[in-house]
């Protein structure tokens, strides 16, 4: 029991209905505004950013990079949630087809991820070798991560998003963009590869 008396009601059993692979199944208001809210306020803060930076965006390439800002920003509470984590974190079904079960996979998670590339490919200022380094410290430090004792998950996360930061001035970043690789780390490797229990609002009917 929290300072606040909250009451820890730990659930691992996945709501039935369709999986919500965004949010996890069965995130309530309070989850989903969290969400919501840190990916537009994140959002804002990008493009005042890239604003002082002056940054030289067509309009299609402002609309891949707040399309990215949404996902990246977004997705750190998103993986964070106790929804998600019983989502991704619970024992599979042993029926559950193959590339369901590569989406539960948190190394298939982060792979799939191929966030650092698209902004290579599209953006001014972004070198293939910047898109290299965060997309493998991103798998690398899943793959870190996934196949530790659970007692050193948590801590190897914080180690491996410290490195990220701290090393983040290393390879040049494009302009307003200095965010991007950290922020997928945090994403990928500290908010969605940990498996934590799953809390669920004390007294809260199942959806």
């Known amino acids: 029991m929290s300072e606040r008396g909250d009451v820890a009601v730990v659930d691992w059993v996945v709501p ?16 989903r505004w969290s969400v919501w809210a840190a990916a537009g306020l994140a959002t804002g803060a990008v493009v005042g950013v890239a604003v002082v930076q002056d940054v030289p965006w067509q309009w ?25 984590k019983r989502l991704y974190h619970s024992p599979a079904p042993a029926d559950l087809p193959p ?32 898109a290299l380094a965060w997309y493998l410290l991103c798998l690398a430090g899943t793959v870190l991560v996934v196949r530790a004792p659970l007692y050193l998950r948590r801590p190897l996360a914080a180690a491996v998003v410290t490195v990220a930061l701290t090393g983040a001035p290393l390879v040049a970043a494009p302009a ?11 994403k990928l490797v500290a908010a969605h590869a940990v498996r934590e229990e799953p809390y669920r609002p004390a007294g809260a009917a199942r959806p």
């Open 176 to 186: 307003g963009l200095g965010w991007f690789g950290p922020l997928l780390v945090v």
């Open 99 to 130: 590339v369901r079960r590569f989406l539960r996979s948190p190394t298939g998670f982060s792979a799939l991820h191929l966030h650092p590339f698209a902004v290579a490919a599209l953006l001014p200022g972004a070198s293939w070798t910047w």
């Open 16 to 31: 039935a209905g369709r999986p919500d692979w965004l949010l996890g199944t069965g995130a309530v208001r309070a989850e």
């Open 60 to 84: 299609w390439q402002w609309l891949v990079v707040l399309a990215l800002t949404v996902d990246v920003a977004g997705g750190v509470p998103a993986n964070a949630l106790g929804t998600a």
